[in-house]
């Protein structure tokens, strides 16, 4: 089911929301990374680029919105796609972050049969 060979990525603070993804994505074959910061995050991505991000936004120190405007304004990384799963439910962010070059915005808790859909739609663009 891993059909680019890319491993997904799951940056989020919280190891139960870490733990959650990368259960339900494994199940469904996909190889799956982990990274408890942005900063832990983009350390990663500069050694193995991923076929895909699943990026919290509220983190301490860099948080999700600014780690998206370094991935998408960076050449390098600016075609990975991101989607976004947050519990911040305000409309202005969610479109922010669209703007912003996020493939999908996603509130949590995650509908996780809307995220393996949505994960299935990025792989096979």
């Known amino acids: 089911m891993d059909k680019k060979g890319l491993p997904i990525l799951i940056v989020d603070d919280s190891n139960t929301n870490l733990v959650l993804l990368e259960a339900v994505l494994q199940e469904k074959g996909w190889k799956i990374q982990t990274a408890r910061s942005a900063r832990q995050a983009m350390k990663m991505i500069s050694s193995e680029k991923p076929g895909l991000i699943l990026l919290d936004l ?68």
């Open 58 to 125: 509220l983190m301490p120190v860099v948080d999700g919105q600014q780690m998206l405007h370094e991935l998408k304004s960076d050449n390098r990384y600016k075609d990975i796609p991101v989607i976004v799963v947050s519990a911040v439910t305000d409309p202005e962010v969610s479109e922010e972050c669209v703007k912003k070059g996020a493939a999908y915005y996603m509130t949590k808790p995650v509908n996780i049969e809307k995220l393996l859909d949505i994960t299935e739609e990025v792989f096979s663009r």
